[in-house]
């Protein structure tokens, strides 16, 4: 099986570990094969978007979500160190405020599958790190929103003592709204 799946603090958050072929020469794996994600995970989405950024140490992006066109996403990480974020904000779910955190590197090659209905982010750990990440449903500007990232109800515990003040931030995140929880 080319993917292991473990479990993290949310249900239905999972984290993948894809075999890895490694030797003098370098590494080889599958990145993704949607008949061997379903198989593993016991789900059956379809990706019909990719995603890849690049970002500098200390940049923090999110917790972004889209509210009627809300997507599940596939996270890797290619090059370099991230601690990547998701919280559940469906409303009804046990769960429901609670969030998750995972370091995903380009050593490991670990990916983390957020489900639709969570809000989604990241910091960069490394001197400079890049993201993909495959999406269940496509990107509609109008339908985006954020939380802010150091909402006091989620209490999301980042690991930044290597940055040197708060967190780089984009205008969109920086102005993010508190998560309301009824």
Same mark, same amino acid.
């Given at each position: 099986?080319?993917?292991?799946?473990?479990?993290?603090?949310?249900?239905?958050?999972?984290?993948?570990?894809?075999?890895?072929?490694?030797?003098?020469?370098?590494?080889?794996?599958?990145?993704?094969?949607?008949?061997?994600?379903?198989?593993?995970?016991?789900?059956?989405?379809?990706?019909?978007?990719?995603?890849?950024?690049?970002?500098?140490?200390?940049?923090?992006?999110?917790?972004?979500?889209?509210?009627?066109?809300?997507?599940?996403?596939?996270?890797?990480? $290619?090059?370099?160190? /991230?601690?990547?974020?998701?919280? &559940? #904000?469906?409303?009804?779910?046990?769960?429901? =405020?609670?969030?998750?955190?995972?370091?995903?590197?380009?050593?490991?090659?670990?990916?983390?599958?957020?489900?639709?209905?969570?809000?989604?982010?990241?910091?960069?750990?490394?001197?400079?790190?890049?993201?993909?990440?495959?999406?269940?449903?496509?990107?509609?500007?109008?339908?985006?929103?954020?939380?802010?990232?150091?909402? $006091?109800?989620?209490? /999301?515990?980042?690991?930044?003592? &290597? #940055?040197?003040?708060?967190?780089?931030?984009? =205008?969109?995140?920086?102005?993010?709204?508190?998560?309301?929880?009824?």
């Amino acid at each position: 099986m080319p993917y292991s799946v473990e479990p993290t603090a949310l249900d239905e958050v999972l984290l993948l570990q894809p075999r890895v072929f490694a030797d003098s020469r370098g590494f080889f794996f599958e990145s993704f094969n949607q008949r061997e994600f379903n198989n593993a995970t016991g789900l059956d989405v379809l990706f019909v978007q990719d995603n890849h950024s690049k970002s500098l140490h200390g940049v923090l992006r999110g917790l972004h979500f889209q509210k009627q066109h809300p997507q599940g996403k596939l996270v890797r990480v $290619p090059q370099g160190r /991230i601690f990547d974020v998701a919280v &559940d #904000i469906r409303p009804g779910s046990k769960q429901y =405020g609670q969030w998750t955190g995972h370091v995903l590197d380009s050593e490991k090659h670990q990916q983390l599958w957020v489900p639709a209905g969570f809000a989604h982010g990241f910091v960069v750990l490394s001197e400079t790190a890049e993201v993909i990440y495959k999406t269940t449903d496509y990107w509609v500007a109008s339908d985006e929103d954020a939380i802010i990232w150091n909402d $006091p109800s989620i209490a /999301i515990d980042w690991p930044l003592k &290597d #940055i040197q003040g708060e967190p780089l931030l984009s =205008g969109k995140d920086a102005a993010a709204r508190l998560f309301i929880q009824p």
